[in-house]
């Protein structure tokens, strides 16, 4: 079992930048694949990206790819979303997850621990 703790979100103008961090706690960390998905509000959770046990291997949704990169360092057991030309659509709670297996998952229901999530507010 992991246990995850966001930070990093905030309020940004469109166009700008934030670069979310995932600190995760307990054994084995380098075992998971790691996930961010975010939920506006009124709406479903939505994927984001997901990374590979490695870092070797990633996956983006359609409408944050070549904006959005995510990234891990298992020596530090944490895992990162840099967002930038941010838009007012990717307004959001953003909640990093883990997924033991180490393969990257588009599917909420296929990741087994989550963090409480980090508020995201792009203005227009």
């Known amino acids: 079992q992991v246990q995850l703790v966001e930070s990093g979100g905030g309020l940004v103008q469109a166009g700008g930048s934030l670069r979310l961090s995932c600190a995760a706690s307990g054994r084995s960390f380098s075992t998971y694949a790691m996930g961010w998905f975010r939920q506006a509000l009124g709406k479903e959770r939505e994927f984001v990206a997901a990374i590979n046990w490695s870092g070797g291997l990633t996956d983006y949704a359609d409408s944050v790819k070549g904006r959005f990169t995510i990234s891990r360092d298992n020596a530090k057991n944490a895992a990162y979303l840099q967002m930038n030309s941010l838009k007012p659509e990717d307004t959001g709670v953003y909640h990093c997850?883990?997924?033991?297996?180490?393969?990257?998952?588009?599917?909420?229901?296929?990741?087994?621990?989550w963090g409480q999530g980090t508020q995201v507010t792009v203005s227009s």
């Open positions: 997850a883990a997924r033991r297996g180490g393969t990257p998952r588009r599917q909420a229901s296929d990741y087994h621990n």
